[in-house]
């Protein structure tokens, strides 16, 4: 072990192994993993090892898939067997609504890339698979790339790839203490004292603790699982060839064959944590117990799909702790509070994403972004009140017990809510309002009648008739919107305005004047849509989505100059937006101020009722409107006032799920649909609001070779879709003569125009309107057109008048 190291990776299992390598590989040598014991003594080396390139997520099965190829190269250049088995794997559904999703879920993987997969019949998946009694199957979705590894050695074929490229694995040597010395990290061990400059936390079972060594309470924890591994089988001995990985959903369990038996593995309802605060540190190459009781349920299920288990003797129990998050992905990627500290934990999946994980680490720390999104992993989906215990032990559990359930796009689930709430949140209630979950706190979906409850499924729902009605409110008199959910960040100091003009591509907006900002990385990439306040009084606010506040926070303290504050006021301030044309009126009634003057994207501090409120006019409906800002204890009395006022126009309070509908009758992008940050702004359409003739701007020279290239693949586009009882939501395909041109971003039913509305990413030569296309819905082939973005006043007099 030498003194001092680029890089210390803490944990010896397949991620921290992962990391390693590619750390290396990508050039820096100079990197050391520290495990505790020996690699792989913790999950890693009782896990099943199963492999498949199948997540409805695409980042995430880019990665997994990344993950399958590397498999095969680092056991070339290692030498070290891995022991990969690609049997093909099948996910059998045995109820009609899985059956649906199943067939919807298989075009959404062609969407994503993913074309070696294929829809079965019940006796295609007997054939597949002899040992399964298909009784109640109604159908089954293979894919090619699923199999599975010989977990310990493909932890080693890592760690030697990693070493011949020059890096050190230091085994039996616990990491004691780390200690940020301003410029460096002083990482205590067993063995004693080394420097480094960064430290990676792939701690797996032991994450919990390494994070606490910095003062970070992870949103992570270990659960219990069990497979169970069979004597030989005769029907397997007969067959010459390996039987497939099978998922049985409805029977909670999956499948592999393992020698001439099989392993079963079952994701139980009744899950079990285990250590909350992380393992025993002498905790190693063990197992818990095995609690037949608990899955018994499960077990039945399984003894009657594979009818052979009843006829031989279970050779070995495997009831081992894996960690989770709380919506089962991993939590990767740098914590702003703690620099040069960086995550490789709660990967559940670490044989099937690991590769992925540490590819993405990699370039982070090295080059300062990935070359996918990775938000679906990124630690900065998560604040403050997701390291709370209970709320850990809610949401993971939750995930668990779920894994094999089907969830509903409209299904909200219970697991840690309610959380936050804003200030009029049970008179809300009281109204009617039924609500979702955005990072933590509880938003306006729709407004029901009393006894309402909507019917979880992937068509329209029995609320599609309410959110009709919402939205023809907005549309012909005015709507109240409760907007707690939209960020809100402070800017302040005397270099507040040059740094905004920094790191914006906008022009800034004069003073009592907002304007749409797109923030790029420096490769170009969009960071942000966001909406910039100058108050006139030398503050300036940033608007945006309120999911994305730590990982904004983050940014902006990533980039901040001396003389400039950036504050998340996110929790201090919050309010409402009136939208239609009578919610000038309405908003006219509750102040002596001539707000009615002020302009389209104006803005400006009025007396609204006995509130003094932050006001800028503008509204996502594409309607005439404004949105209030006011202090959260103010929160309810500004909504009682506003409805008093708006009581004669008529006014009605809606939800989000009308939000959706009206926005996208304009066209309007939202992030993580439209805008995400593998994208870039002349893609996205982002680009008509970039100031190229300002000085320099953060991305501004990637976005100008961008523009002078005129390369672009795949631009966004607006659809009409020929759909009748399910609308696009998202990643669905399309398709032009048979050939896959483009995938939905998002979609809604446009209660307006009386038509089924899709944004998608499409191929250039296919997105001038007018071009005739057809996308997968809900598994069904539609008709889809091309549109002129907009449809809804494509002028938008509504919204300046």
Same mark, same amino acid.
């Given at each position: 072990?030498?003194?001092?190291?680029?890089?210390?990776?803490?944990?010896?299992?397949?991620?921290?192994?992962?990391?390693?390598?590619?750390?290396?590989?990508?050039?820096?040598?100079?990197?050391?993993?520290?495990?505790?014991?020996?690699?792989?003594?913790?999950?890693?080396?009782?896990?099943?090892?199963?492999?498949?390139?199948?997540?409805?997520?695409?980042?995430?099965?880019?990665?997994?898939?990344?993950?399958?190829?590397?498999?095969?190269?680092?056991?070339?250049?290692?030498?070290?067997?891995?022991?990969?088995?690609?049997?093909?794997?099948?996910?059998?559904?045995?109820?009609?609504?899985?059956?649906?999703?199943?067939?919807?879920?298989?075009?959404?993987?062609?969407?994503?890339?993913?074309?070696?997969?294929?829809?079965?019949?019940?006796?295609?998946?007997?054939?597949?698979?002899?040992?399964?009694?298909?009784?109640?199957?109604?159908?089954?979705?293979?894919?090619?790339?699923?199999?599975?590894?010989?977990?310990?050695?493909?932890?080693?074929?890592?760690?030697?790839?990693?070493?011949?490229?020059?890096?050190?694995?230091?085994?039996?040597?616990?990491?004691?203490?780390?200690?940020?010395?301003?410029?460096?990290?002083?990482?205590?061990?067993?063995?004693?004292?080394?420097?480094?400059?960064?430290?990676?936390?792939?701690?797996?079972?032991?994450?919990?603790?390494?994070?606490?060594?910095?003062?970070?309470?992870?949103?992570?924890?270990?659960?219990?699982?069990?497979?169970?591994?069979?004597?030989?089988?005769?029907?397997?001995?007969?067959?010459?060839?390996?039987?497939?990985?099978?998922?049985?959903?409805?029977?909670?369990?999956?499948?592999?064959?393992?020698?001439?038996?099989?392993?079963?593995?079952?994701?139980?309802?009744?899950?079990?944590?285990?250590?909350?605060?992380?393992?025993?540190?002498?905790?190693?190459?063990?197992?818990?117990?095995?609690?037949?009781?608990?899955?018994?349920?499960?077990?039945?299920?399984?003894?009657?799909?594979?009818?052979?288990?009843?006829?031989?003797?279970?050779?070995?129990?495997?009831?081992?702790?894996?960690?989770?998050?709380?919506?089962?992905?991993?939590?990767?990627?740098?914590?702003?509070?703690?620099?040069?500290?960086?995550?490789?934990?709660?990967?559940?999946?670490?044989?099937?994403?690991?590769?992925?994980?540490?590819?993405?680490?990699?370039?982070?720390?090295?080059?300062?972004?990935?070359?996918?999104?990775?938000?679906?992993?990124?630690?900065?989906?998560?604040?403050?009140?997701?390291?709370?215990?209970?709320?850990?032990?809610?949401?993971?559990?939750?995930?668990?017990?779920?894994?094999?359930?089907?969830?509903?796009?409209?299904?909200?689930?219970?697991?840690?809510?309610?959380?936050?709430?804003?200030?009029?949140?049970?008179?809300?209630?009281?109204?009617?309002?039924?609500?979702?979950?955005?990072?933590?706190?509880?938003?306006?979906?729709?407004?029901?009648?009393?006894?309402?409850?909507?019917?979880?499924?992937?068509?329209?729902?029995?609320?599609?008739?309410?959110?009709?009605?919402?939205?023809?409110?907005? !549309?012909?008199? +005015? @709507?109240? *919107?409760?907007?707690? =959910?939209?960020?809100? $960040? #402070?800017?302040?100091?005397?270099? %507040? /305005?040059?740094?905004?003009?920094?790191?914006?591509?906008?022009?800034?907006?004069?003073?009592?004047?907002?304007?749409?900002?797109?923030?790029?990385?420096?490769?170009?990439?969009?960071?942000?849509?966001?909406?910039?306040?100058?108050?006139?009084?030398?503050?300036?606010?940033?608007?945006?989505?309120?999911?994305?506040?730590?990982?904004?926070?983050?940014?902006?303290?990533?980039?901040?100059?001396?003389?400039?504050?950036?504050?998340?006021?996110?929790?201090?301030?919050?309010?409402?937006?009136?939208?239609?044309?009578?919610?000038?009126?309405?908003?006219?009634?509750?102040?002596?101020?001539?707000?009615?003057?002020?302009?389209?994207?104006?803005?400006?501090?009025?007396?609204?009722?006995?509130? !003094?409120?932050? +006001? @800028?006019? *503008?509204?996502?409906? =594409?309607?005439?409107? $404004? #949105?209030?800002?006011?202090?959260? %204890? /103010?929160?309810?009395?500004?909504?009682?006032?506003?409805?008093?006022?708006?009581?004669?126009?008529?006014?009605?309070?809606?939800?989000?799920?009308?939000?959706?509908?009206?926005?996208?009758?304009?066209?309007?992008?939202?992030?993580?649909?439209?805008?995400?940050?593998?994208?870039?702004?002349?893609?996205?359409?982002?680009?008509?609001?970039?100031?190229?003739?300002?000085?320099?701007?953060?991305?501004?020279?990637?976005?100008?070779?961008?523009?002078?290239?005129?390369?672009?693949?795949?631009?966004?586009?607006?659809?009409?879709?020929?759909?009748?009882?399910?609308?696009?939501?998202?990643?669905?395909?399309?398709?032009?003569?048979?050939?896959?041109?483009?995938?939905?971003?998002?979609?809604?039913?446009?209660?307006?125009?009386?038509?089924?509305?899709?944004?998608?990413?499409?191929?250039?030569?296919?997105?001038?309107?007018?071009?005739?296309?057809?996308?997968?819905?809900?598994?069904?082939?539609?008709?889809?057109?091309?549109?002129?973005?907009?449809?809804?006043?494509?002028?938008?007099?509504?919204?300046?008048?």
């Amino acid at each position: 072990m030498k003194s001092q190291y680029r890089v210390v990776v803490i944990g010896g299992g397949v991620v921290g192994a992962s990391v390693l390598y590619h750390l290396a590989k990508c050039g820096w040598s100079d990197v050391a993993l520290i495990e505790r014991n020996v690699l792989t003594a913790g999950s890693s080396w009782h896990a099943a090892g199963g492999i498949h390139a199948l997540n409805a997520d695409p980042n995430m099965a880019a990665l997994q898939a990344y993950t399958i190829d590397l498999l095969q190269e680092i056991e070339a250049e290692s030498g070290q067997s891995i022991g990969l088995h690609m049997t093909g794997g099948v996910t059998v559904a045995s109820a009609p609504a899985r059956w649906e999703w199943l067939q919807s879920a298989y075009r959404i993987f062609q969407s994503i890339g993913i074309e070696d997969c294929h829809l079965m019949t019940p006796e295609e998946v007997k054939a597949a698979c002899p040992i399964m009694d298909i009784d109640g199957v109604i159908g089954g979705l293979w894919a090619d790339r699923e199999g599975y590894v010989d977990t310990t050695g493909t932890v080693h074929a890592y760690a030697k790839c990693a070493k011949m490229r020059g890096a050190e694995v230091i085994e039996h040597n616990r990491v004691l203490e780390l200690h940020w010395k301003g410029d460096h990290w002083e990482v205590v061990t067993e063995k004693g004292t080394v420097k480094a400059e960064h430290v990676v936390n792939a701690g797996g079972l032991w994450a919990k603790q390494c994070g606490r060594m910095v003062g970070l309470d992870l949103p992570v924890s270990p659960l219990s699982h069990h497979y169970l591994l069979t004597e030989s089988i005769p029907e397997i001995e007969a067959l010459d060839f390996e039987v497939p990985m099978t998922v049985d959903l409805e029977g909670f369990t999956y499948m592999r064959q393992d020698q001439k038996g099989i392993l079963v593995g079952i994701y139980e309802v009744n899950h079990q944590h285990w250590m909350m605060d992380g393992a025993p540190w002498e905790y190693g190459i063990e197992l818990l117990q095995e609690d037949i009781d608990r899955i018994e349920d499960e077990l039945t299920l399984a003894f009657k799909r594979y009818p052979c288990l009843n006829d031989v003797g279970i050779r070995n129990w495997v009831n081992g702790a894996f960690t989770f998050s709380p919506d089962g992905n991993p939590l990767v990627g740098p914590v702003a509070s703690v620099p040069n500290y960086w995550l490789a934990c709660g990967v559940m999946a670490g044989f099937l994403q690991g590769g992925g994980v540490g590819k993405s680490l990699a370039e982070w720390m090295i080059h300062g972004d990935t070359e996918a999104d990775s938000w679906p992993m990124d630690i900065a989906r998560y604040g403050a009140f997701a390291s709370n215990k209970d709320y850990i032990r809610q949401t993971t559990g939750q995930f668990y017990s779920r894994r094999f359930v089907m969830t509903y796009p409209n299904e909200q689930l219970p697991a840690g809510r309610p959380l936050k709430t804003a200030g009029a949140h049970d008179a809300m209630t009281g109204a009617g309002c039924k609500w979702g979950v955005s990072w933590g706190l509880e938003v306006p979906l729709y407004f029901a009648p009393e006894g309402f409850e909507e019917e979880p499924t992937l068509n329209r729902s029995n609320a599609f008739p309410i959110v009709a009605e919402e939205c023809r409110a907005v !549309r012909e008199g +005015v @709507g109240l *919107l409760d907007i707690s =959910g939209f960020s809100r $960040y #402070e800017v302040s100091g005397p270099g %507040a /305005e040059a740094w905004l003009d920094r790191v914006m591509a906008s022009r800034l907006p004069g003073p009592g004047r907002a304007r749409l900002a797109p923030m790029l990385s420096p490769e170009g990439r969009m960071k942000g849509d966001l909406t910039v306040f100058n108050w006139g009084d030398g503050i300036w606010w940033i608007m945006g989505s309120y999911y994305l506040r730590e990982w904004h926070m983050r940014w902006f303290r990533g980039c901040l100059d001396d003389g400039v504050t950036v504050r998340d006021i996110s929790d201090a301030t919050v309010g409402f937006s009136l939208s239609g044309p009578k919610s000038r009126e309405v908003i006219e009634r509750l102040t002596e101020a001539d707000v009615g003057a002020l302009p389209f994207m104006g803005c400006g501090t009025f007396d609204i009722g006995l509130y !003094r409120c932050k +006001v @800028g006019r *503008l509204s996502v409906t =594409g309607e005439l409107g $404004y #949105e209030i800002n006011c202090g959260a %204890a /103010e929160h309810a009395g500004l909504r009682r006032a506003l409805l008093e006022a708006g009581a004669e126009s008529g006014i009605r309070e809606y939800g989000f799920n009308a939000l959706l509908s009206l926005r996208i009758e304009k066209s309007f992008g939202i992030w993580s649909a439209e805008f995400t940050q593998d994208r870039t702004p002349a893609m996205v359409g982002m680009d008509r609001w970039i100031a190229w003739e300002k000085g320099d701007f953060t991305g501004r020279d990637a976005a100008l070779r961008e523009r002078e290239g005129n390369g672009l693949e795949q631009v966004l586009a607006t659809l009409r879709v020929d759909a009748d009882r399910a609308d696009a939501s998202g990643y669905e395909p399309i398709w032009a003569d048979g050939k896959r041109v483009g995938f939905v971003t998002s979609g809604a039913y446009g209660h307006t125009t009386g038509h089924s509305i899709a944004m998608a990413m499409i191929d250039r030569d296919h997105a001038a309107p007018g071009t005739p296309l057809s996308v997968h819905v809900v598994g069904r082939e539609r008709a889809a057109e091309v549109i002129a973005p907009s449809p809804y006043d494509p002028d938008g007099r509504a919204m300046r008048g």
